[in-house]
């Protein structure tokens, strides 16, 4: 398997830009999340979904942030207008929920730099 | 209080030496406890897993959970270099609830 896939690696972008994360889970995992990664606050989950639905949005920081799971193998992340404090890199993580054990494989991340 | 905490270190040990990482948890219904391990500029990986309390090994690595405590260890034997990374203690209460990630702690084996 090719694990989970994440697009891009790297962006830079300017202040009030639109940007958008994807993310392509392990194909027949049935739950994707999305997290951000900084020094200062660790790894902070965003978003949650189940069987494409969002189960747990409270972690998104603002109405800036959206996201959207269309099929079971596709999300995106988008934040629109981008302000330099979103700078972070932002890990998208799918499972397979049908047994109590429950571990969570990660992409390669996002690298976000707003300028 | 967070709902776990970790020792962000950085922690620093000679090749060879045995590490130990823990974590302290709050929340008494956690029941699948594991290790992620994440090397610099890359995604956190799974390394370990128990279920509940007590021991499970792997090879140089062992994993502890005292429940009763409300408190989880990850050692490793014989370090390496190579196993100088971020190390992030979760813990969830099964089918996919609650899942929650430590801070993480820095580990340096020194050559």
């Known amino acids: 398997d090719a694990g989970v896939i994440q697009s891009p690696r790297h962006e830079v972008t300017e202040m009030g830009q639109e940007v958008t994360l994807r993310c392509k889970p392990i194909?027949?995992?049935?739950?994707l999340f999305w997290y951000r990664q900084t020094m200062m606050r660790g790894l902070e989950l965003l978003i949650y979904?189940?069987?494409?639905?969002?189960?747990?949005d409270s972690g998104m920081p603002e109405d800036r942030f959206s996201a959207k799971m269309p099929n079971a193998s596709f999300s995106t992340l988008k934040i629109q207008p981008s302000e330099p404090r979103d700078s972070a890199v932002y890990f998208c993580?799918?499972?397979?929920?049908?047994?109590?054990?429950?571990?969570?494989?990660f992409g390669p991340g996002t690298r976000l730099l707003v300028l | 209080q967070k709902e776990v905490e970790q020792d962000p270190g950085p922690l620093s040990v000679p090749e060879g030496a045995i590490v130990s990482l823990n974590c302290t948890y709050s929340?008494?219904?956690?029941?699948?406890f594991m290790w992620y391990r994440q090397y610099s500029r890359k995604g956190p990986e799974l390394l370990m897993y128990?279920?509940?309390?007590g021991n499970k090994e792997d090879g140089r690595f062992t994993a502890q959970v005292d429940k009763s405590s409300k408190y989880i260890s990850l050692f490793i034997r014989d370090s390496q270099p190579s196993d100088s990374a971020t190390y992030l203690c979760?813990?969830?209460?099964?089918?996919?609830?609650?899942?929650?990630f430590g801070p993480g702690t820095r580990l340096s084996v020194l050559p």
């Open positions: 979760a813990m969830s209460d099964g089918y996919g609830q609650n899942f929650v």
């Open positions: 979904f189940n069987n494409n639905v969002p189960i747990d």
């Open positions: 993580a799918s499972s397979l929920v049908t047994s109590p054990q429950e571990t969570q494989y």
């Open positions: 128990t279920y509940s309390s």
């Open positions: 194909s027949g995992h049935n739950s």
């Open positions: 929340n008494s219904a956690f029941q699948y």
